[in-house]
């Protein structure tokens, strides 16, 4: 059982930043792959960004060049950097990890940009 937990969160201003985070009660290198899913009231959940255990990166495009993914496989950590923040980035935002066959999901943290 993987366990994963967010935190960063929170109120900004549009144009503002954040850095959302998340542990895992496992090693990030077994996981085949970790991300990070957004979902909005009243919308489909979302995939935001991925990383690989080899590091190949992969976004939305409507995050491409505002939002960067990182781990930190020492501190089994996974980021995301989120700058020029819009209002339409306002969504609860939910860490994934996939171990093959499993997808394991964290509670998630809420995100809301103010115009």
């Known amino acids: 059982q993987v366990r994963l937990v967010e935190s960063g969160g929170g109120l900004v201003q549009a144009g503002g930043s954040l850095r959302l985070s998340c542990v895992a009660s496992?090693?990030?290198?077994?996981?085949?792959?970790m991300g990070w899913y957004r979902q909005a009231p009243g919308k489909q959940r979302e995939l935001v960004a991925t990383?690989?255990?080899?590091?190949?990166?992969n976004y939305a495009d409507s995050v491409k060049g505002r939002f960067t993914i990182s781990r930190d496989n020492a501190q089994n950590t996974l980021y995301l950097e989120m700058g020029s923040l819009k209002p339409e980035d306002t969504a609860v935002y939910y860490c994934?990890?996939?171990?093959?066959?499993?997808?394991?999901w964290g509670q998630g943290t809420q995100v809301t940009v103010s115009s």
């Open positions: 994934n990890g996939f171990k093959y066959p499993v997808n394991y």
């Open positions: 496992v090693s990030v290198i077994m996981l085949n792959r």
């Open positions: 990383v690989t255990t080899d590091g190949r990166t």
